[in-house]
C-alpha cells in the first residue's frame, strides 16, 4: 500500500521569506499523480499545486513550486514571498492513475506565518 | 472554482440518533468521495463511487453507508450515531477532463 509521510507536524516563516515543506512517500507505480493541499482553520481544502509522475518539470503555480525527486519519492512544496494567507494546514497527497483514484494523505504541516 | 457543496455544516447530535450527511455537485463528476478527518489530523477515505449505483468501501473502516442514486448526490448515513463518530466528514468529486479531486467544505458532527 502507498504511504505519504510529512515529517514535520510545524513550520513557522516570516512574512516575505521562503520556507519548503517536505513530502515523502513510498510506492511501487511507476505513473501516478502527487498534490499539495491547503486547509485554512475552519475552511476548505483546496488544491495547491499537483505533479504528474511521468513529467520531469517541476509544477510551478505562482508563489508555489515542488521539488520532485522521483527516484528519492521526494516532494517538496516551496512557497516563496510568504503571505499571512498562507497560514493553513499543508498535506501532501498521493494518488494513482487510475482505479478508484483515491487520494492518501499524508499527516499534514501546520504553516505559521508570523509578521 | 469546482461546485461541491455539503450540509450541514456543524451537527451536534445525541448518542442513538440517525443521520444523514448531504453531498452533491454540480459538475456531471463520475466519481466521488468521502474522507474523515479527526482534529488537525490527516484524512482516510471511507466511502468512495465510481458512479450511479456503484459504492466501495474505503481504507478506513466506517459504520457508515453511503448510496448513489443520482450522479449529482452521495450522501452518507449513520444509523446510530455514538460519540466515537465525532469527527469532521469531507466529500470530494473527481471528473474526466479535470481530474483533480475537489473538496467540499465539509460537516464537523459531534456526537453527545
Known amino acids: 500500500a502507498q504511504t505519504v509521510t510529512q515529517s514535520q507536524p510545524e513550520m513557522s516563516v516570516q512574512e516575505a521569506e521562503t520556507v519548503t515543506l517536505s513530502c515523502t512517500y513510498d510506492t511501487s507505480e511507476s505513473d501516478y499523480y502527487l498534490f499539495w493541499y491547503k486547509q485554512p482553520p475552519s475552511r476548505q481544502m483546496i488544491l495547491v499545486i499537483r505533479?504528474?509522475?511521468?513529467?520531469?518539470q517541476n509544477a510551478t503555480e505562482n508563489r508555489f513550486s515542488v521539488n520532485f525527486q522521483k527516484a528519492a519519492k521526494s516532494f517538496s512544496l516551496k512557497i516563496s514571498d510568504s503571505q499571512l494567507g498562507d497560514a493553513a494546514m499543508y498535506f501532501c497527497a498521493y494518488r494513482e492513475q487510475g482505479g478508484s483514484e483515491k487520494l492518501v494523505f499524508g499527516k499534514g504541516t501546520k504553516l505559521t506565518v508570523n509578521p | 472554482e469546482a461546485d461541491i457543496y455539503q450540509t450541514p455544516r456543524y451537527l451536534v447530535i445525541g448518542t442513538g440518533k440517525k443521520i444523514t450527511l448531504e453531498c452533491s455537485q454540480t459538475m456531471g463528476h463520475d466519481k466521488m468521495y468521502w474522507y474523515q478527518q479527526d482534529p488537525g489530523m490527516e484524512l482516510h477515505l471511507i466511502h468512495y463511487s465510481y458512479g450511479v449505483n456503484s459504492t466501495e468501501k474505503g481504507d478506513l473502516s466506517s459504520e457508515s453507508t453511503v448510496s448513489r442514486i443520482r450522479t449529482e448526490h452521495f450522501p452518507l448515513t449513520l444509523e446510530s450515531a455514538r460519540p466515537s463518530h465525532t469527527s469532521q466528514y469531507l466529500c470530494?468529486?473527481?471528473?474526466?477532463?479535470?481530474?483533480?479531486?475537489?473538496f467540499g467544505p465539509g460537516t464537523r458532527l459531534t456526537v453527545l
Open positions: 470530494a468529486s473527481i471528473g474526466r477532463v479535470v481530474d483533480t479531486q475537489y
Open positions: 505533479q504528474e509522475a511521468y513529467k520531469q
